[in-house]
């Protein structure tokens, strides 16, 4: 059992490039989320998603573009990469539910020149 | 304004000993906590929760205890061990909102010395 995948481990980027960052998770989970984590801080929420086709904003969205054509993947496309965006990036997919807790993919190292 | 703190970015302790990692609330709509643990080059890992009807949970060496009034949680872990050491994040999440949406912390670095 996979669990939740992130692909690429690591990326490098030159100001302006964009990119997709892959997220696909196999527990069958209905709610899917992208955090970034900055040095020294936590995990912060970019967007997450509730359902195939349901996807909405978090706390530091700007920049960053999502969509959830399936219940499996919830790529995460920087559109005009910016070095703000240098940061650790994680996926995360659980259970419907307020009581559950997350699973992590093992994240995306991604620098920005 | 950050909801969710753990004030002390690092702890140190001896191995058998006991390590209590501390988080402090301040969004009084949150009634359901989390502690990960996060290993370096890995993702976070779920460690334990508590809802806000308990005021402790136990599992294994691990223990959680919840002080609403304070709105302040730790977490116990009887006795350390070398491997515990990693960065233990908290984090809470309110009721009725949108996918049970989690604030975290900015984690506490464990070290258990051998």
Not at chain 1, 14 to 20: D, E, F, L, N, R
Not at chain 1, 75 to 81: E, G, H, Q, T
Not at chain 1, 105 to 110: A, I, K, P, V
Request: hydrophobic share 30%; proline share 5%; net charge positive.
């Amino acid at each position: 059992n996979a669990g939740v995948t992130q692909t690429p481990k690591f990326q490098v980027l030159k100001t302006g490039q964009s990119m997709t960052l892959q997220c696909a998770q196999d527990m069958n989970h209905e709610y899917m989320s992208w955090y970034r984590q900055d040095p020294g801080m936590g995990l912060r929420l970019i967007h997450y998603s509730v359902g195939a086709g349901i996807t909405d904003q978090g706390e530091v969205p700007n920049g960053y573009n999502v969509s959830r054509s399936t219940t499996e993947d919830f790529p995460l496309r920087l559109l005009s990469a910016a070095p703000s965006q240098t940061s650790v990036y994680f996926c995360a997919s659980r259970r419907a539910g307020e009581r559950t807790e997350a699973f992590f993919g093992q994240g995306t190292r991604l620098t920005v020149v | 304004d950050q909801q969710v703190k753990q004030n002390s970015p690092s702890l140190s302790v001896q191995e058998g000993r006991i390590s209590i990692l501390n988080c402090d609330y301040t969004n009084s709509m949150f009634d359901y906590f989390l502690w990960y643990k996060k290993y370096p080059a890995e993702g976070p890992t779920f460690l334990i929760s508590i809802s806000s009807i308990k005021d402790k949970n136990e599992d294994g060496r691990f223990t959680v205890f919840l002080n609403k009034s304070a709105k302040h949680l730790s977490l116990h872990i009887v006795p350390s061990q070398p491997g515990d050491s990693a960065v233990y994040f908290c984090a809470a999440s309110a009721r009725n909102t949108n996918a049970g949406k989690s604030t975290f912390g900015d984690g506490t670095t464990l070290t258990v010395k051998p």
